[in-house]
């Protein structure tokens, strides 16, 4: 081939002299094959080369195939499409950083790991700040100042009687619920407590909690419970009720101001405000009023507080429309309670500490009245009516309050009235010592007295030796003296056996509260009340099945199944102090769940 056939052109000669190197190397390879016949061909890579094109060029002018200026002139073109190749094969060059910005060559994990947090963070904060709306909160903002609680006990209950009872106790809580006079002349009027006959049952009770944050330092609390009746001390409910729907009654309604951290308010119907036990307030029991509690930490040294807390509580207005039969209506005070509470919390040692508290609750215009003269001619009420209690149990002496007179009809119905005033003083002391991280020891007493309580009301309101069955007590009476059992007598009475005074000693180890799985306590308890030391429509309903003139101890043990699940056992075993033989015994066994 001759050479002169790639005349030189300014357009196309790099490509007319890559292809006649392409082709003189090929020549070459294929004299090698036919030399090596067992070696592989190596294929020649067809991209320019500057260094090897320029070699080529110099080669040319040399041989005298190119003349000088035609060599210059095609070195030059082969350079410049060298450059141009190079540039289109290149990637595009990054843009420049930001102003301010710091070029980092690698960024370890643990500063990685760092900055993610730290943004992380910054939004989480500005999501709370602003109210944000994400995928796990999609709820309106009022919903975050609720606090949604409560709690279910399903209970069996075994309440064991001695079959040497007396069956001549009566039922005044039957006999007096419906409030209306009943004729005591009449046999079918009285009902009778059951006494000797042993009954299991089930029961539950449910609760349900709304708490709202409304502003800083004001909540209010609504809670809804069960009950088979508005009785104010339990609110449990029976299993065994032919599958019918049940009630649900208002528990609480309060409105909780704190303006301080030292001082705490609560309006409505709330929770027991003061230091008690079930000895004089059953745990069950709910307060209507308003109620304040101030609180000093470190008076007294380190640990130290005093609480002192005071509240007024109203327990009947009366009916304004009494009598609705008379167009000249009457009035009687209203019933109120007003208790105060001094507390003092300290340690003694470094590990013992101990919580005292002294109280007086006053009930006022709760002790029943003998009424004027009453003639039922002029209309079924008396002067008085308006002083029967609304809720009784068993232990309260009471008398009849009626002072009726002869009628045409010779019928005279009678109602009940509370013997004692009661004004209460309560005196309450507890030491507490740590056995471990959660496990505490604690022994506490409480003793109570009535304060109201006078021998010289037994007798009292007597107009002539004629009335004295008006106004003496119609139980609490001893087996001595006359047969007709009056204590108001001067010829052979009867001797009244009732008290007022009681108190209670407990001994108890364990977690304070078992709300955790594994966690427990253990407790024993003696408790000793007189017939009128409290008032019997208040105090424990469980032990003696509830009601005042009883003595016995308590047994019981609880025990966390899961966290908020527990079962809890406990065994009352109680005795009457005085009057007619009534021994009960009492087995509960409770499961419960808290949300």
């Known amino acids: 081939m001759s050479l002169r056939s790639f005349a030189p052109r300014r357009a196309g000669l790099s490509a007319a002299l890559a292809a006649l190197l392409a082709s003189t190397m090929a020549t070459s390879t294929t004299a090698n094959a036919q030399t090596a016949p067992d070696a592989v061909a190596t294929p020649v890579a067809a991209a320019p080369s500057p260094d090897a094109m320029t070699n080529l060029i110099r080669l040319l002018v040399a041989k005298g195939t190119l003349t000088q200026a035609d060599g210059d002139a095609l070195l030059a073109q082969a350079q410049g499409e060298a450059a141009q190749a190079r540039m289109a094969a290149a990637p595009p060059p990054p843009p420049p950083p930001p102003a301010g910005a710091v070029r980092v060559a690698r960024v370890p994990e643990a500063v990685r790991q760092q900055i993610r947090d730290e943004i992380r963070g910054e939004i989480m904060a500005q999501a709370a700040t602003e109210g944000w709306v994400t995928k796990d909160q999609a709820a309106p903002e009022w919903t975050k100042r609720i606090r949604l609680f409560g709690d279910v006990r399903v209970r069996s209950q075994s309440s064991l009687y001695a079959k040497n009872n007396s069956d001549q106790i009566f039922d005044f809580t039957r006999m007096t619920a419906a409030g209306q006079p009943i004729d005591l002349t009449r046999l079918a009027s009285y009902q009778f407590l059951n006494t000797r006959k042993d009954r299991t049952d089930a029961r539950y009770r449910a609760r349900l909690g709304f708490e709202a944050n409304v502003v800083k330092g004001v909540t209010a609390t609504i809670v809804l419970g069960t009950g088979d009746d508005n009785s104010p001390i339990s609110e449990n409910a029976s299993l065994g ?24 308010l609560h309006f409505g119907r709330f929770e027991n405000p003061f230091n008690t036990t079930p000895l004089l307030y059953d745990e069950d029991l709910r307060f209507d009023g308003v109620s304040a509690s101030l609180k000093w930490a470190g008076l007294l040294g380190k640990e130290s507080a005093i609480a002192l807390t005071g509240g007024a509580f109203p327990l009947d207005y009366g009916d304004g429309n009494f009598p609705n039969v008379a167009v000249n209506k009457q009035s009687y005070p209203n019933k109120w309670l007003y208790a105060g509470e001094l507390k003092l919390s300290a340690p ?14 006053s009930f006022r215009n709760v002790q029943g009245r003998l009424s004027e003269p009453c003639n039922l001619d002029l209309g079924n009420f008396c002067s008085t009516d308006g002083f029967q209690p609304q809720f009784l149990r068993k232990g309260n002496t009471l008398f009849t309050i009626r002072n009726l007179v002869t009628n045409s009809t010779g019928v005279y119905p009678q109602l009940f009235g509370l013997k004692f005033d009661y004004d209460i003083l309560d005196l309450n002391l507890a030491l507490k010592v740590p056995v471990s991280e959660n496990v505490n020891a604690r022994l506490a007493g409480e003793y109570v007295k009535n ?104 047994i019981g043990a609880e025990y966390g ?26 087995l509960q066994i409770d499961f419960m769940a808290r949300f």
Do not use: M
């Open 241 to 264: 009720s032919g599958f019918s729907k049940r009630q649900i009654f208002v528990d609480s309604a309060e409105i909780k101001v704190k303006p301080t951290d030292w001082a705490t």
């Open 348 to 361: 003694i040692t470094q590990s013992l500490s101990f919580d005292a508290s002294a109280a007086y609750h």
């Open 451 to 554: 304060l109201g309580f006078k021998r010289a009301d037994i007798c009292s309101g007597l107009f002539d030796t004629a009335q004295a069955f008006l106004v003496q007590p119609y139980n609490n009476y001893g087996s001595n003296g006359n047969a007709a059992r009056n204590i108001c007598t001067k010829t052979n009475p009867t001797s009244f056996v009732g008290g007022d005074t009681g108190w209670l000693v407990n001994a108890s180890i364990g977690y304070p509260k078992v709300t955790k799985k594994g966690a427990w306590n253990a407790f024993a308890e003696y408790r000793y009340l007189e017939s009128d030391a409290v008032l019997d429509a208040y105090t424990d309903s469980d032990f003696h099945l509830g009601g005042t003139n009883a003595k016995g101890y308590v």
């Open 561 to 586: 199944l899961a966290d908020r699940v527990s079962v809890r056992g406990r065994w009352f075993s109680a005795n009457e102090i005085s009057g007619e033989p009534l021994a009960i015994d009492v």
